[in-house]
């Protein structure tokens, strides 16, 4: 006998509004329908409304935690339109500024899937290496998330002599615990039983679902923009791609703990090579005309096409986020599995979330709240509930 | 030339290329010959879709497949118009699962009909969205404008 369970709008774990429809026989699941647009927020429609400035930091609050990604790739699509040549410089920065994003997004996968498991010890874990990393955000572009490190032309923020060694010390933190992360994941027998043989996703499959970024990877589809399509400054450095074969949700696992690694090797080769002199040039005018520019973000290829008519904003601008290809081979992915393994299947491809969670507020020039000033509102808070509460059974709070 | 490039222009004609600069090729293609060389890029030469995009122009809805040649990193973006009294064109959904979204995508914002397309419900506005409002249009009115909607967040 089948039946539905009902997985949303409001996703009890991964906290973001999509909604999943999963068609059982018993535990096992025979089908899956997906719902999304809870949250469409219109981006091309408000694009064009916008001057080509305007529209990075726009495209940058697409998503919180790929937010150098999607302005580096539709700065990349207005330089293809206007033929427009950056300093070597700003090349090196931008490529410094994504590969360390995705050091972070995927340490962040890494341990959602811990925790989605009910493995808590790999979520502390890794989300506490991923912290000096947006430390080191903060420290080149002044903010932990949205940079807004690119711009039409250059960047905005410079990496500074003194700042190197800080970004060296770090690297060096990160590539011994990643490793250590990635050895236990892989001989934790517990680990090995969630993971293995689930969710397998054939190459097939991938092919025909045109899937992108580590999901392709783990099933064996060699494709990486920055191999393929170089940009920045990935063809003047060494690096290889990750695949796996068997397309589980293991493999994917390998592949991003790998690419970490990988990322650390990037970042290291271009401070050592990057050349001074200028991040920006100047841009006059847009001509007509189009451009495509793409680059990969950590869930995959994010693609922005860009139409001119000559004005100072663009005519069309298309946007297309990976985990748009990724979700819908969760159709075939999670086909004979059973609902406990769903919950992973589901969050095997990564899904994007929003981490803003920090607060600054300004009045008259001052900083209103201070990291201990928050700290006491929330016990404040805390204190209240307390006293609303007073007297109610524990269990009822 | 690119040797793919060659095999296009013996096998269909009447395809037009521009290369707007390395690695990214336009080719304009009538609308009938879609399924035609789509099929012919995919299946023979193994190029990913890596997504369509509608554009409202003034000749008619131009429709632009971006497929991706992954091994020389070059766009082939195939362009078709389409009619703005009847837009209609082949669906690529049934042999193609990629184009699924994106085409039930183009049919709720910019209002074309795929023909053949298995499931053509739409994907991200709401059940309440009336019918025959296509936002991706450029004769589309918002209810409430950019400017309306700031002053009245911002109001105290």
């Known amino acids: ?397 | 030339m690119r040797p793919l490039e060659q095999e296009l222009i013996s096998k269909f004609p009447e395809i037009k290329i521009y290369e707007h600069s390395p690695r990214r090729l336009y080719i304009t293609i009538p609308k009938e010959k879609i399924t035609e060389v789509s099929k012919f890029l995919f299946f023979q030469h193994k190029l990913r879709l890596s997504i369509c995009s509608g554009i409202d122009t003034r000749d008619g809805f131009e429709i632009l497949y971006h497929f991706s040649d992954d091994p020389t990193g070059t766009y082939y973006t195939l362009k078709t118009l389409v009619p703005k009294d009847d837009p209609k064109i082949d669906s690529l959904a049934p042999w193609l699962p990629a184009c699924n979204w994106i085409e039930r995508e183009m049919h709720e914002l910019l209002g074309i009909e795929f023909t053949g397309h298995p499931n053509l419900i739409p994907l991200l506005t709401a059940e309440s969205w009336p019918k025959d409002k296509y936002p991706l249009r450029r004769d589309f009115e918002p209810d409430i404008t950019l400017e309306d909607d700031f002053q009245e967040r911002t109001k105290l």
Not at chain 1, 39 to 61: A, D, W
Not at chain 1, 70 to 96: G, N, S
Not at chain 1, 336 to 353: K, N, Q, R, T
């Open chain 1, 1 to 397: 006998m089948r039946r539905i369970v009902p997985v949303g709008p409001y996703h009890p774990l991964q906290e973001e509004p999509e909604f999943f429809k999963l068609i059982v026989e018993g535990e096992k699941v025979v089908g899956l329908e997906i719902n999304i647009g809870y949250n469409h927020r219109g981006h091309e429609f408000i694009s064009p409304k916008m001057t080509y400035e305007q529209v990075t930091f726009l495209v940058e609050r697409i998503c919180g935690i790929c937010s150098n990604s999607h302005p580096f790739a539709y700065v990349m699509a207005v330089e293809d339109c206007a033929h427009i040549q950056v300093p070597e410089r700003a090349l090196y920065l931008r490529t410094i500024n994504h590969e360390l994003e995705r050091i972070h997004s995927h340490l962040l996968w890494l341990g959602l899937a811990g925790h989605f498991i009910g493995y808590n010890t790999v979520w502390m874990w890794s989300w506490r290496y991923r912290e000096p990393v947006l430390d080191l955000f903060e420290l080149i572009t002044g903010n932990r998330n949205h940079y807004a490190m690119n711009k039409v032309g250059g960047v905005r923020h410079n990496i500074s002599e003194e700042q190197i060694p800080i970004i060296e010390k770090v690297l060096l933190d990160i590539e011994t615990k990643v490793n250590m992360l990635t050895k236990a994941v892989l001989d934790d027998p517990v680990l090995r039983a969630r993971l293995e043989n689930v969710g397998v996703l054939t190459k097939k499959d991938a092919i025909a679902y045109g899937v992108v970024g580590p999901t392709a990877r783990a099933s064996g589809v060699a494709i990486d923009v920055r191999k393929d399509d170089p940009h920045g400054a990935y063809d003047r450095v060494n690096w290889d791609i990750i695949v796996f074969e068997e397309g589980d949700v293991l493999a994917k696992a390998k592949v991003r703990l790998l690419e970490c690694i990988e990322s650390v090797k990037i970042i290291r080769q271009c401070l050592a090579q990057m050349p001074k002199g200028e991040i920006e040039t100047r841009v006059s005018e847009i001509p007509p005309g189009e451009g495509i520019g793409r680059t990969e973000a950590p869930r995959g290829e994010v693609f922005h096409y860009i139409r001119s008519d000559g004005k100072n904003s663009p005519f069309r601008h298309k946007i297309r986020a990976p985990s748009y290809m990724n979700i819908p081979s969760n159709e075939v992915a999670v086909k004979g599995y059973s609902i406990a393994d769903a919950c992973l299947i589901l969050a095997a491809v990564d899904p994007c979330y929003c981490c803003t969670e920090r607060i600054v507020a300004f009045e008259d020039n001052k900083m209103k709240y201070s990291g201990k000033d928050l700290l006491q509102l929330s016990l404040k808070k805390t204190e209240e509930l307390k006293a609303k509460y007073k007297g109610r059974n524990k269990l009822t709070l």
